[in-house]
């Protein structure tokens, strides 16, 4: 029996992603990983992982052959208001360091404007035909996979390197077991255990908290013993990750979230009325571009914007923004006219 070993049990993507993070980084002579996957209850299909994904698979080492894929430049919730894209990068252009909405802004002032998600490249690339030469596409972007075939691919891999892949009823004296199979527990570490939650409402968060989990424990664990500063440093970083997406999550899904009691999420909404800016948390999970859209689709609307923006003269801010959008217009969409 190794010496420290540590056991991860749930759903088979969940504890793929985490026990193959920790196969790669962790194990060694002595120390022992063990992963207990358990049938997924989501159907095998398309599996969205964030932008985070690709140095995630270059930390353990995943082959481009295992992430057979496709881009995905926005994602889409679905609300009780109807679905909502939310893009991974901004909208239109920056210029001179002014984000492109505060232009979006002044222009829309002196003469009508199409909506600012008109202004999206990457919306627009998610309903496209037929994707451009991505070398010349300078977008963030996450990736779409098959959920069976990844969640294989990284079981597989944990168990090249040295993992061992046993059934969930199999009993083990692992010193730290790391429990992702509850979506409303409190994440943490206490005793032993470890609880590692999930967001199944918004794509992409269940993969990207347990990728974040993978990293965490790997910085804090040592050597797999019980020592009460990591475990309580854990656990605040969990919280305090679940406290962003919490956040996003009021603002998509509440009926009114002018009336929210979050702090930080009436921080953000006061905010981006008063000015236009969005100001950044600490362990924020979601980009600015992402934040923009969700205050975007609830109806916020900034009173005004950068007065930098301004410097720009009028006929050619009008004919810059008539310029993006023709570019724009120019991308073949699903379900045009022909």
Known sequence: MSDKRIA????????????????????????????????????????????????????????????SGNPAFAFRVETSRGAVSLPFSPHGLTNGGVAFHHFWHRANSITEQPDLPDFSLALALEKALALPDLAQVSLEAGWTV????????????????????????????????????????????????????GCPDIPGLDWQICANAARRLVGLIGDAKDFESEQ???????????????????LLFAMDPFKTERPSLKRKIDLFEACGRIPTEDFEVFGQ????????????????????????????????????????EQVPMRGAAA
């Open 8 to 67: 991860i049990v749930g759903p088979a993507l969940k504890a793929g992603v985490i026990g193959a993070y920790l196969a790669a980084r962790w194990a060694a002579p002595g120390q022992e990983v063990i992963i207990q996957p358990e049938a997924e209850s989501e159907s095998d299909g398309p599996l969205l992982l964030r932008p985070d994904h690709e140095r995630f698979h270059a930390e353990i080492g995943l082959s481009r052959a295992a992430q």
């Open 232 to 250: 309580l440093e854990y656990s605040r970083l969990a919280r305090s990750e679940l406290d962003r997406i919490d956040d996003m999550r009021e």
């Open 289 to 328: 571009a992402e934040w923009l859209a969700a205050l975007w689709e609830r109806g916020i609307r900034p009173r005004r914007h950068d007065r930098m923006a301004n410097a720009m003269p009028e006929g050619d801010l009008l004919k810059w923004l008539s310029m993006l959008r023709k570019q724009i």
């Open 146 to 197: 098959q959920r069976a075939k990844y969640a294989t691919a990284l079981l597989e891999l944990a168990r090249e390197n040295g993992a061992i892949i046993s059934s969930p009823e199999e009993a083990n004296s692992a010193h730290v077991v790391i429990d992702c199979r509850i979506n409303s527990a409190e994440p943490g570490w206490s005793d032993g255990k470890v609880t590692v939650t």
